[in-house]
């Protein structure tokens, strides 16, 4: 006798529906000017480029893996480095042109300008960079101002470095390569002490502590928030558990809280060349990633890079006056345990079976997950609770299995 076998995956209700808000993630990294000083790493030494090469790619192949996105910030030390080691001006192969070419990667420039000789002594600026980048072989012109001063500190004296740049300046190197950015992102300060901390895309009006806040659309560049710098920092000596719960966490308090029509969420997960070093450190993004998952499957928040980012604003608010800024103090970062995630999958295996036989069936495996079967028409013979079991079938003539899966 044959024996037909229904298969279901149990949802709860209203848990697959997207977030009316955007909510968007994005992993970001830089590499800073004194990375040979501070940390033994000098890009234009072939070892030392070589070797961050492999790290850079590890990392870049974890994201890819998973289809999030990442935003690939460089100085011109490694710019530089990249010439010289990986034949960039020639190969379509070189780690830059490489990343920068798949989907899920953008690669922009970072900048710390010194044009003074001595500690940080750097001669190339933001033109600079986008010019080095050019010679690399990615497509011109680069949108992002990967980092700049807000506003003017006096401990240390340090001018705001953003308003030049709302037309088009020329290299200090390369002086007659002119550039201008589209978007401006990770609003600096000394040490990161006061850096400018929120969501949202609005064209700030002023370096000041009462204008940088405030979207006049008759300026020409466009912030795009990060969100918060201290709270999804992604280092060799993370707790990717927790760093995860905070993560979650401001998802889930995004898509619970009733939002104006203009709210627009992105932030990053920051990273750093410095910390690539540790054996194990894309095995650490491969962890919260994996963590993050479902949310990003069952459509809790997307991945996208600043440039994806901006074309949704983009499609969802062509008027100049729309404009949304939230600081980070406004929201709660908590470190505790968020409630489960449940997870759209599938079953697979025999749907006509012979009564009396014992079937295998499976969802895809996913790390921190929790199975639970049901099965009507049989008993489980193993497996309960994990992601694979087996169904010893009776003699009716028709069956059910059913599993609801959650993610931790």
Partial sequence: MYKIILLFVLLFAGFQNRAQTPVYLYFA???????????GLNYVNPVHFAMMRNYVKAVCDTIITYNARYVLQVESNFILGCLANDNAATSDTDILQWADATPQIDVEPHNHFKPTTGLGYNPYNYADLAHLLDSCGLPAPRKLMGGF??????TPPISED?????????GHTFTN??????????????????????FGVWQPSAPTVAGFGIH????PLICIGGGCNDDFLLTDTTNVTLLGNRIINLVNYLNANTWPDTAFFS????????????????AKAGQLLQRLRPYAETGKFQWKTVNEVYT??????????????????????????PPPCNFITSVTGQTNVCTDNTVTYSAPFMAGSTYLWTVE????????????????????????????????
């Fill in 216 to 219: 006049n659309p008759a300026q």
């Fill in 177 to 198: 390569y002119y550039w201008q950015p589209q978007f401006i992102w990770g609003g600096g300060s000394p040490n990161h002490i006061q850096d400018f901390q929120a």
């Fill in 149 to 154: 001063i807000w506003r003017n500190f006096t």
């Fill in 377 to 408: 028409g049989g008993i489980i013979v193993s497996g309960q609770g994990t992601n694979i079991i087996e169904v010893q079938w009776n003699n009716g003539i028709a069956g059910s299995v059913s599993l609801i899966h959650s993610v931790e």
């Fill in 29 to 39: 990294s830089h590499n800073e000017m004194n990375d040979a000083t501070y940390h």
């Fill in 267 to 282: 932030f990053k997960i920051m990273m750093n060349f410095r910390n690539f070093t540790s054996p194990d450190f894309a």
């Fill in 312 to 337: 949704s604003w983009q499609n969802l608010h062509s008027d100049p006056n729309d404009n949304f800024v939230f600081p980070c103090e406004n929201i709660p970062i908590s470190n505790a345990t």
């Fill in 162 to 170: 953003w308003t030049i740049w709302q037309t088009p300046q020329p």
